[in-house]
């Protein structure tokens, strides 16, 4: 696991689940993979902080993800059999909603193009920091035989008000799947 600015973040609970694990050649893989961001920096995303932000003219949080699915075991330099790369956004506004008592409240903009509106702070921070990538592969393109798989997942962000520059990296256990 790679850290930078200190302990800012760490990247927890990476998973990559396969359905089916036992294919037969003319299939199609779906492939999850899911992890957390955890740390400083996701304690740090709360109100008081995004107020604080705004004040100071820091209109957001921007996040930058990386999923790759590859074969285990192979070197170094290996190609990824598939490679996501994404982007999530905070953005921290002046709100006027009577549902919520704060007067700077936050929006999330997912790599989906969609806006998502958090009711709590935890809303928040999972919507931020908890992701889910589906990945597709013909069974073909692994051939015959049994493979083992696994997923290498990375984050970066920039220095805000309410954290420093920082990266953060993890990878999944192995799975086992068996192609006939």
Same mark, same amino acid.
């Given at each position: 696991?790679?850290?930078?600015? #200190?302990?800012? $973040?760490?990247?927890? *609970?990476?998973?990559?689940?396969?359905?089916?694990?036992?294919?037969?050649?003319?299939?199609?893989? $779906?492939?999850?993979? #899911?992890?957390?961001?955890? #740390?400083?920096?996701? &304690?740090?995303?709360?109100?008081?902080?995004?107020?604080?932000?705004?004040?100071?003219?820091?209109? #957001?949080?921007?996040?930058?993800?990386?999923?790759?699915?590859?074969?285990?075991?192979? &070197?170094?330099?290996?190609?990824?059999?598939?490679?996501?790369?994404?982007? &999530? &956004?905070? !953005?921290?506004?002046?709100?006027?909603?009577?549902?919520?008592?704060?007067?700077?409240?936050?929006? !999330?903009?997912?790599?989906?193009?969609?806006?998502?509106?958090?009711?709590?702070?935890?809303?928040?921070?999972?919507?931020?920091?908890?992701?889910?990538?589906?990945?597709?592969?013909?069974?073909?393109?692994?051939?015959?035989? *049994?493979?083992?798989?696994?997923?290498?997942?990375?984050?970066?962000?920039?220095?805000?008000?309410?954290?420093?520059?920082?990266?953060?990296?993890?990878?999944?256990?192995?799975?086992?799947?068996?192609?006939?």
């Amino acid at each position: 696991m790679k850290q930078d600015a #200190g302990s800012w $973040a760490r990247i927890e *609970n990476v998973t990559v689940k396969c359905s089916p694990s036992n294919a037969r050649v003319d299939d199609n893989l $779906a492939f999850t993979v #899911g992890f957390r961001l955890d #740390g400083v920096v996701r &304690r740090n995303f709360h109100q008081k902080f995004w107020e604080a932000a705004y004040d100071q003219h820091d209109g #957001g949080l921007r996040m930058a993800f990386k999923a790759q699915l590859h074969k285990s075991g192979l &070197r170094l330099l290996a190609k990824p059999l598939k490679e996501e790369k994404f982007v &999530r &956004r905070a !953005v921290f506004f002046w709100t006027r909603n009577p549902e919520l008592p704060h007067r700077v409240w936050m929006t !999330v903009a997912t790599e989906f193009e969609t806006i998502l509106y958090p009711k709590t702070e935890e809303e928040a921070r999972e919507m931020m920091f908890n992701v889910t990538r589906s990945f597709e592969l013909p069974a073909k393109s692994l051939g015959k035989g *049994n493979h083992s798989l696994g997923a290498s997942v990375s984050a970066k962000w920039g220095k805000h008000v309410f954290t420093e520059r920082g990266e953060a990296s993890g990878k999944s256990p192995s799975l086992k799947i068996q192609i006939a």
